[in-house]
């Protein structure tokens, strides 16, 4: 069984910082990409950030020049520097891995989500 757990949300001041961490756990013998998603009241929860096994990176626009996404395979650990938060960053932030199974299909799973709030 595969757990993702999320740490380092919380409420932030606008134009201040927070690093997002989410660690892997369980049977696995790589992850694929990873990515952390968003979700604001009443929205439909969209995409911040991915990288890929190889470090490639995708951003939304709305984050690009402002957020970092990063991974350690040896920690089993994905990151997400947040710098010149806004309050439209406000949002649930969930984190999300792709983990291969022993024959190389790749299965889907969820961190439980971790607050961000963001005060003008």
């Known amino acids: 069984q595969v757990q993702l757990v999320e740490s380092g949300g919380g409420l932030v001041q606008a134009g201040g910082s927070l690093r997002l961490s989410c660690a892997v756990s369980?049977?696995?013998?790589?992850?694929?990409?990873m990515g952390w998603y968003r979700q604001a009241p009443g929205k439909q929860r969209e995409l911040v950030a991915a990288?890929?096994?190889?470090?490639?990176?995708n951003y939304a626009d709305s984050v690009k020049g402002r957020f970092t996404i990063s991974r350690d395979n040896v920690k089993n650990t994905v990151y997400l520097q947040m710098n010149s938060l806004k309050p439209e960053d406000t949002a649930v932030y969930y984190c999300n891995a792709d983990v291969p199974t022993r024959v190389g299909v790749g299965v889907n799973y969820w961190g439980q989500g971790t607050q961000v709030t963001v005060s003008s």
């Open positions: 369980g049977s696995i013998f790589s992850i694929n990409a």
């Open positions: 990288i890929t096994s190889s470090t490639s990176t």
